[in-house]
């Protein structure tokens, strides 16, 4: 829970690098969240308001992380826009956001495990 805090902290910066265990557990606590308010959107007879509502309030923390992840990786958080490609955008993406932290200090920042120990 306190990755995801820590996203939520970091609500528009863009900047810098976000290790994997920061995007994937706030990916997790999102979906998480979003079943559980479209299961109470659905028993209150509001159906997709909820969830709607919720992901429009993290879009910025989302997209920030999504960046400084791929950041992390040593690419441009432009790679992000790969995502409007069907299908094969969002795999190359998946590669990107598996994959392991550059080394030590890229153009983005020191090694998040660095600064973390």
Request: hydrophobic residues 50%; without cysteine.
């Amino acid at each position: 829970m306190s990755w995801y805090l820590q996203v939520l902290k970091k609500y528009a910066v863009f900047s810098g690098r976000a290790r994997r265990k920061e995007y994937w557990y706030f990916f997790l606590f999102n979906v998480i969240i979003s079943i559980v308010l479209g299961w109470i959107g659905n028993l209150l007879w509001t159906y997709n308001v909820l969830p709607g509502l919720y992901s429009l309030a993290v879009l910025l923390p989302s997209l920030g992380v999504s960046i400084r992840r791929l950041q992390d990786t040593g690419s441009s958080g432009w790679w992000l826009l790969l995502s409007l490609i069907p299908l094969i955008g969002a795999i190359i993406l998946l590669i990107y956001m598996v994959s392991d932290s550059q080394e030590g200090t890229n153009q983005y920042g020191p090694s998040p495990k660095l600064v973390e120990q």
